[in-house]
């Protein structure tokens, strides 16, 4: 089985987000960069099939220039196979998306993983996206999959619900919590990692759909009004007051 | 510059959400000075419709074909794109629900649209141009987009916007006849689990969350209480949902569900980065912990500092008070 898994690079959760003066971009300054945990949901699954059969060879691919290849080691070390950076800096998500399926479109996967979203963009678009232009069928928001020779069971997350589908390899799959516990790489991992290929491919020229004009941070919270434990009745009146409850 | 609102069915209703893009849509139309339209699939009542005419949408396409009973992303996006392509739509407005979710990305492709993901707010007009602000970066950005191509396909994020029914109208129903073969998708779905009769957590406007700070699923007896009092529902952090003493889909942050209720009530919670992440859209936010350095108190718009154990039946009370004497 032949597994892409696509590999968005992100902030830290943990981080503190500002932006450049110019409104532009992130401030890099001081942020750790890593792989978009649901992403890394998606390795992790690939890693439960990789462990169950020798037949099973696991890509991971991210868009991106030469800051993201610390990020593609990661997922050499967590257990990918190869790495392919597609060397240019993400204008959209149909670019991304573009990009990706040009690259894809001949190498016969079985098993596209992507996150639901990405914890930078939040877009949740490349999953989508991606399928439509490879002809992919596509499942999203996976919080279980099984696979069984071509066969596949899967459940994605509904409003207020789960749905259990059928399906047939190939497939895309964008996943989310629940589908795999995320893994740590181990010494050995990450001793192989540098000896892994990571292999550089030109972009394509790809005309973006949306551009972004700017970022500012949203406005803060004016401050918290506290009230005593000893007297809550004081709150319940201040929300039902305004009409909040 | 016409406009469609994909107005989405859950089990025959509209959800609050899909309202809210309904009036999204009206608003947008409004602004461009177009006309606006939406499409229905699947059965409903009649009184449901009238909904979409009092949020302002008056024609409406109404596609029933037994094909379509249950939802595919494929089934869906090729409905949506003969009525947007036959009848010239140049915007396409859905709800961030999971399925809407699932098939703006594809049909934006479709469509050779530009998908615009989650809107907060109408956009402003610069130069001619509609200029978006959607959240990013786990609600910790505002980003302004533009669309590089004249045809677009926008998701409102949920409470964001808000329902507007306050138009009147005469409901114009457009039957829809799309011919869909059986072979085109080999996705079958076999079965809905729904989690509970209650709330849903991402329509909800009110949501009562707890964490680890409430010890012991034992103890979730009074955060429920609370709930129901107030018509909320209830949510946890996710070391609470990890140990199970909540289900996984109450889980709500950076990992979970990302929710903007009016009203987000965090007991027993510290206020972690990653929790905030999925919940710092709220438009009010209560926090109760007893512990007053807790950082979930400087997202908060109002704290109580002390023992959930304690301050919990007092709300309980005092909201029981409140509702006694309205
Ligand atoms: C990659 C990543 C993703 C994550 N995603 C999420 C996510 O999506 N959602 C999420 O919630 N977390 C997430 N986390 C975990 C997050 O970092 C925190 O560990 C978690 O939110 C803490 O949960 P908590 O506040 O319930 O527990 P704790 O941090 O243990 O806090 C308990 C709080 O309860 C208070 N307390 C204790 N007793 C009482 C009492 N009797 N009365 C009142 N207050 C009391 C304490 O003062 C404390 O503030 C993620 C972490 C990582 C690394
Ligand atoms: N630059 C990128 N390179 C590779 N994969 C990406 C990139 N951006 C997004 N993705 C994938 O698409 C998913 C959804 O991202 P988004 O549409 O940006 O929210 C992510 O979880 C990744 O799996």
Not at chain 2, 117 to 132: A, T
């Amino acid at each position: 089985m032949n597994i892409l898994v696509c590999i968005s690079h992100v902030p830290d959760t943990t981080t503190r987000i500002t932006f450049e003066p110019n409104g532009k971009s992130l401030n890099k300054a001081g942020v750790t960069f890593v792989i978009n945990p649901y992403d890394e949901f998606g390795l992790s699954k690939a890693m439960e099939f990789k462990e169950k059969s020798n037949d099973v060879h696991i890509s991971v691919i991210c868009v991106g220039d030469i800051e993201t290849e610390p990020t593609l080691r990661k997922a050499l070390a967590i257990g990918a196979d190869d790495a392919f950076r597609i060397d240019t800096q993400p204008l959209d998500s149909f670019s991304v998306a573009t990009l990706i399926a040009e690259w894809a479109k001949n190498k016969s996967f079985d098993l596209i993983f992507t996150g639901k979203e990405s914890i930078d963009e939040n877009s949740g678009a490349v999953p989508g996206m991606l399928a439509e232009l490879l002809g992919f069928s596509f499942i999203s928001y996976a919080t279980k999959l099984d696979v069984n020779g071509k066969s596949v069971i899967a459940y994605r997350e509904i409003d207020n619900g789960m749905e259990i589908l059928e399906a047939q390899l190939p497939l895309l799959v964008s996943c989310q919590k629940g589908i795999a516990e995320w893994r740590i790489p181990n010494m050995r991992g990450i001793m192989a990692a540098r000896s892994k290929p990571l292999t550089v491919i030109n972009a394509l020229q790809v005309e973006n759909r949306v551009n972004t004009l700017n970022f500012k941070q949203p406005e803060g919270k004016t401050g918290c009004v506290y009230y005593s434990s000893d007297n809550p009745e004081e709150l319940i009146s201040v929300l039902s007051t305004k009409g909040i409850i | 510059m016409s406009v469609l609102v994909y107005a989405e069915l859950d089990s025959g209703r509209f959800k609050k959400a899909t309202l809210e893009a309904c009036s999204y849509g009206v608003a947008l139309a409004t602004m461009r000075n177009s006309d606006v339209a939406a499409i229905v699939i699947g059965e409903c009542h009649e009184s449901e419709l009238l909904q979409i005419v009092e949020c302002g949408i008056s024609k409406v396409f109404r596609v029933l074909d037994s094909h379509l009973e249950t939802f595919t992303t494929t089934k869906y996006i090729s409905v949506i794109q003969s009525i947007v392509r036959e009848n010239g739509f140049n915007t396409l407005i859905t709800s961030q629900s999971y399925n809407s979710k699932s098939i703006t990305p594809g049909l934006s492709i479709r469509l050779k649209s530009a998908f615009i993901s989650g809107v907060v707010g109408l956009p402003r007009i610069e130069d001619g141009k509609e200029i978006y602000q959607r959240m990013a970066f786990s609600g910790k950005g505002v980003e302004e987009v533009i669309a590089l191509l004249s045809d677009i396909v926008i998701s409102v994020k949920t409470n964001s916007f808000g329902v507007n029914k306050n138009k009147t109208g005469e409901l114009n129903v457009i039957p829809f006849n799309f011919s869909l073969s059986d072979d085109v998708n080999d996705i079958v779905p076999k079965e809905i689990i729904k989690t509970s009769s209650t709330i849903s957590l991402t329509d909800a406007e009110k949501v009562v969350s707890g964490g680890r700070g409430l010890k012991g699923p034992e103890n979730w007896g009074m955060i429920e209480e609370l709930a129901g009092l107030l018509g909320a529902a209830t949510a946890c952090s996710k070391p609470v949902a990890d140990v199970e003493w909540r289900p996984h889909h109450e889980h709500v942050g950076q990992t979970g569900i990302q929710i903007s209720p009016d009203l987000y009530i965090a007991i027993g919670i510290s206020g972690a980065i990653q929790h905030l992440a999925g919940v710092n859209s709220s438009k009010v936010i209560v926090v109760i912990n007893k512990d007053s350095e807790a950082p979930f108190f400087k997202s908060a718009d109002y704290g109580i500092v002390g023992d959930a154990f304690e301050v919990v039946p007092k709300l309980i009370n005092a909201v029981k008070k409140m509702k006694n004497s309205l």
